[in-house]
């Protein structure tokens, strides 16, 4: 769902579980995307990225997916752990350099 | 592995006071951004820097806000008159080539801005 001021859409998982994380994006004109992960009280960190000429891209324990037609991005995590629980943001490229970023959802992973 | 720095981590202002926020971007990246992200909000880009001087920047990034590469590794972002309103996490960001040429930016972990 759509998430307004302090409140955060939130997936809850059980530990061991896969988690999928959608996102929807903006610019149709927009070309390379990212995930980025945020724990409490640091800067978002890498997790993935992809181009708009591929609709798929694996790394450990993650897949990212992209749906250029209905704009939609999605970051699925394999056998989720404890320490994956964070706050995701996925982050389009529009213009020079720009990061726009979307407005996160946050994992809750219980062991 | 390389890593963003920023300092201070916590920075406590009178409101009209100027700050800067410092941070030393990876090394051998040549492309340099600041972001803010306020509380409980997205995180928003202000400016990116390249070839000393500005690239790109947003309409937050207005004359009060000035960024300056002073010697080969420092960053700054400069706020010349503080409003309660910039109050935020900054981030600092870099990367080796321009963002959309397949190089990811890496952020440092923020300076907490807190204005009264």
């Known amino acids: 769902g759509e998430s307004v001021g302090l409140h955060l859409p939130t997936l809850s998982v059980q530990e061991g579980d896969n988690s999928i994380i959608n996102c929807a994006y903006s610019n149709s004109a927009s070309d390379y995307f990212i995930w980025y992960k945020q724990e409490s009280g640091k800067g978002p960190q890498f997790i993935i990225d992809?181009?708009?000429?591929?609709d798929k891209r694996q790394g450990q324990r993650v897949t990212v997916l992209l749906n250029k037609t209905v704009k939609h991005l999605s970051l699925q995590i394999a056998a989720t752990q404890p320490g994956d629980s964070a706050v995701y943001f996925c982050a389009e490229i529009s213009g020079y350099s720009t990061l726009t970023f979307g407005k996160g959802t946050m994992l809750l992973v219980s062991p | 592995e390389p890593e963003v720095t920023q300092t201070p981590s916590h920075q406590v202002t009178q409101m009209g006071q100027e700050v800067i926020l410092r941070c030393v971007p990876i090394?051998?990246?040549?492309?340099f951004y600041w972001y803010r992200q306020i509380l409980g909000q997205k995180v928003e880009f202000l400016v990116s820097f390249y070839n000393n001087e500005i690239s790109e920047k947003s309409e937050i990034f207005d004359d009060q806000f000035s960024v300056e590469r002073p010697d080969g590794s420092n960053f700054t972002l400069k706020i010349r008159s503080t409003k309660l309103e910039d109050s935020a996490m900054y981030f600092c960001?870099?990367?080796?080539?321009?963002?959309?040429?397949?190089?990811?930016?890496?952020f440092g972990d923020g300076t907490r801005l807190s204005i009264l």
């Open positions: 090394s051998n990246h040549l492309y």
């Open positions: 960001a870099s990367s080796v080539s321009k963002g959309n040429g397949n190089q990811p930016q890496h």
């Open positions: 992809i181009r708009s000429n591929m």
